[in-house]
């Protein structure tokens, strides 16, 4: 790696690249009607401060999550780490940004996608 820096040290990127290679990535096709409700009702939680997403535990609906048996829900608490670290991402961007950028998009997509999968099983689990 190091031998690849020293490579290309004395490079100059040209400014129009340069410029294009920092603006993030779009998505021609926009936003999934259903995610970007999922994303204002996520962002509203946290703001709200139902959510804190450095307290897995604030994204268990616990009428749920308590009857659950034990190996359920060190399955639930596994799946609330991957879920809480995706949402920090969101939230990180989302306060940069206030839009639905592409990186957003795909956040929002894979978390949506992972508690539907989850929540089939288990029942309605998070409270998101």
Same mark, same amino acid.
């Given at each position: 790696?190091?031998?690849?820096?020293? #490579?290309?040290?004395?490079? +100059?990127?040209?400014?129009?690249?340069?410029?294009?290679? =920092?603006?993030?990535?779009?998505?021609? $096709?926009?936003?999934?009607?259903? %995610?970007?409700?999922?994303?204002?009702?996520? +962002? /509203?939680?946290?703001?709200?401060?139902?959510?804190? $997403? %450095?307290? *897995?535990? $604030?994204?268990? =609906? %616990? /009428?749920?999550? !308590?009857?659950? #048996?034990?190996?359920?829900?060190?399955?639930?608490?596994?799946? /609330?780490?991957?879920?809480? *670290?995706?949402?920090?991402?969101?939230?990180?961007?989302?306060?940069? !940004?206030?839009? /639905?950028?592409?990186?957003?998009?795909?956040?929002?997509?894979?978390?949506?996608?992972?508690? *539907?999968?989850?929540?089939?099983?288990?029942? !309605?689990?998070?409270? +998101?």
């Amino acid at each position: 790696m190091q031998t690849i820096f020293e #490579q290309h040290k004395d490079v +100059i990127i040209d400014p129009k690249t340069q410029k294009r290679l =920092n603006e993030p990535l779009v998505n021609e $096709t926009g936003f999934n009607k259903g %995610h970007e409700e999922f994303l204002k009702a996520v +962002i /509203a939680k946290i703001e709200e401060g139902k959510l804190n $997403t %450095h307290n *897995s535990q $604030t994204l268990y =609906n %616990h /009428a749920v999550y !308590d009857k659950l #048996q034990e190996q359920e829900q060190e399955q639930a608490d596994l799946t /609330a780490i991957n879920l809480m *670290s995706m949402i920090r991402q969101i939230e990180y961007l989302w306060k940069n !940004d206030r839009r /639905a950028t592409f990186q957003i998009q795909n956040l929002v997509e894979t978390v949506f996608q992972m508690k *539907s999968r989850f929540e089939e099983k288990h029942g !309605d689990v998070y409270i +998101i």
